[in-house]
């Protein structure tokens, strides 16, 4: 980030952690392919292993469940494909795009299943924070945005599959995961050598693998002190403070339980991509949606799969935050936010 701008965009990807560079450059230093049978390879191999044990350990499942993919989309599509399942309209793209069939949640935000087994739904919502109270037998779950934010366990969850990504959590890009129960059968959608016990071909990413795994363990050890007291502190400090000035700001999902650092602000009548740009030019990162669909000026479909209409689905701004994020950060977005406010009502004639 440049000088002087603040970064409030976490739910989009996140910093990269100092854990996580750390691993990765060590990691750089192996040379061995883990599927070679020499010592190189060998060594390769064991911080392949040790890897997929602290992702697992952070995920609250076991290492044999953890097979290692480019990110949560691709695991969606090996958890999905073919599959018919159905899943809520609120959904992340990757989850949509193989889902028969999408379900309306109700105003907040929460979606019911007829048969978990023929569905998915995730844990953690993007754009609004809202967390799914999700039934037992689900067939899968996205876990992209709870992971490392909020605690649980993929062995209490009573899920067949869950997806996650490291760039999250604090981790690199191009790295995630699937997580499958055991037992469950997985057909391979990428064909090859024996990777990942065959369920997913092709050399490992070692050097993303082992950042994904450093920035498990960092993030676990963060909900360990406390960090979702943290956030919860400071998301409503930049609620209350922007409430005692405005009456007509809505916040889709408040009233459920939420991520603690995830908040999405919505005034009828102001775009949320002209918010984005204000915010911007003011040095704040922002967005106006999931950053997968964000390029798209359209309405939020989370908001309206709640039943917000469209013209005011138009209108909501997401303020996501983290580990680095100060209050004081906070209270300049939310003067440069109200601010801005200020500037349009006045043009609107308020």
């Known amino acids: 980030m440049r000088a002087g701008r603040v970064y409030l965009d976490w739910n989009a990807t996140t910093p990269l952690r100092p854990e996580a560079r750390s691993a990765m450059v060590e990691a750089m230093d192996l040379v061995g392919n883990p599927s070679s049978v020499h010592a190189e ?17 952070a995920l609250g499942a076991g290492s044999a469940d953890v097979v290692f993919t480019s990110g949560a989309t691709e695991a969606a599509a090996l958890a999905m494909a073919g599959r018919g399942l159905v899943c809520a309209a609120g959904e992340h793209p990757c989850v949509k795009a ?19 087994s023929r569905a998915a739904l995730q844990l953690a919502n993007s754009e ?16 992209t945005q709870a992971f490392g934010k909020i605690p649980f366990a993929f062995d209490w969850l009573g899920v067949e599959a869950g997806l996650v990504s490291a760039h999250k959590l604090g981790g690199p890009k191009g790295i995630g995961a699937l997580i499958v129960k055991k037992g469950s059968e997985l057909k391979a959608r990428i064909r090859g050598g024996g990777q990942e016990q065959g369920r997913r071909a092709g050399t490992e990413n070692l050097i ?22 943290k956030l919860t502190e400071l998301r409503n400090r930049l609620e209350n403070a922007l409430d005692i000035h405005d ?18 602000i919505l005034t ?30 359209t309405p939020s479909g989370v908001l309206r799969a709640m039943g917000v209409p469209e013209a005011e689905a138009a209108c909501a701004l997401r303020v996501s935050f983290g580990w680095t994020t100060t209050a004081e950060e906070l209270d300049r977005f939310a003067e440069a936010w109200l601010t801005a406010r200020a500037r349009w009502q006045s043009k609107q004639g308020r």
């Open 247 to 264: 009456e007509n700001t809505i916040y889709p999902g408040r009233t459920s339980p939420r991520l603690p650092q995830t908040m999405s």
């Open 208 to 229: 993303g693998i082992a950042g994904f795994a450093a920035a498990a363990t960092a993030a676990q050890d963060d909900l360990s002190a406390g960090s979702v007291e």
């Open 268 to 297: 009828p009548g102001w775009k949320g991509e002209t918010q984005v740009m204000q915010m911007d030019l003011a040095g704040f990162a922002v967005s106006a949606g999931s950053a997968c669909s964000s390029g798209k000026v």
């Open 128 to 143: 609004t924070g809202v967390i799914q109270d999700l039934p037992q037998g689900l067939a899968v779950s996205d876990l």
């Open 41 to 57: 390879g060998r060594a390769a191999k064991m911080l392949l292993e040790r890897s997929r044990e602290a992702v697992a350990e």
């Open 98 to 116: 193989w889902a028969d069939e999408s379900l309306a949640t109700d105003a907040n935000g929460m979606v019911a299943v007829a048969d978990p």
